[in-house]
């Protein structure tokens, strides 16, 4: 059975940082792009970050400079390094797969994803 499972979440103060992971089992990595969402109350979900099966990455200008992705295949994970957080990062971040024959960067819609973790909450208060 094919899972996602988030984790890192946390509170933290505006400046800080948080290591996200998404541990995937019951498919091959390999074969797949991963894709960071979030989602705060009241807004509509947010595309941040991808990553393309070969490792070319991809962020959206909110988050360029602040957040990097990378993925290690062999662990079955993908991360989510997030510095310099504010308030508005404060959100749930969801990782998701899409299988690379269909993934199209910054291009792929939220709904394009197939598989989906639980999510993570992050929250950036003093």
């Known amino acids: 059975q094919a899972q996602l499972v988030e984790s890192g979440g946390g509170l933290v103060q505006p400046g800080g940082s948080l290591t996200l992971s998404c541990v995937v089992s019951?498919?091959?990595?390999?074969?797949?792009?991963i894709g960071w969402f979030r989602q705060a109350p009241g807004k509509e979900r947010e595309g941040v970050s991808c990553?393309?099966?070969?490792?070319?990455?991809y962020y959206a200008d909110s988050v360029k400079g602040r957040f990097t992705i990378s993925r290690d295949n062999a662990e079955n994970t993908v991360y989510l390094q997030v510095n310099s957080l504010t308030v508005e990062d404060t959100a749930v971040y969801y990782c998701?797969?899409?299988?690379?024959?269909?993934?199209?960067?910054?291009?792929?819609?939220?709904?394009?994803?197939?598989?989906w973790g639980q999510g993570t909450q992050v929250t950036v208060s003093s």
């Open positions: 998701a797969a899409i299988h690379y024959f269909r993934f199209r960067g910054l291009g792929s819609r939220w709904d394009d994803y197939d598989r």
């Open positions: 019951g498919f091959a990595l390999d074969d797949y792009a």
């Open positions: 990553i393309g099966a070969g490792g070319a990455p």
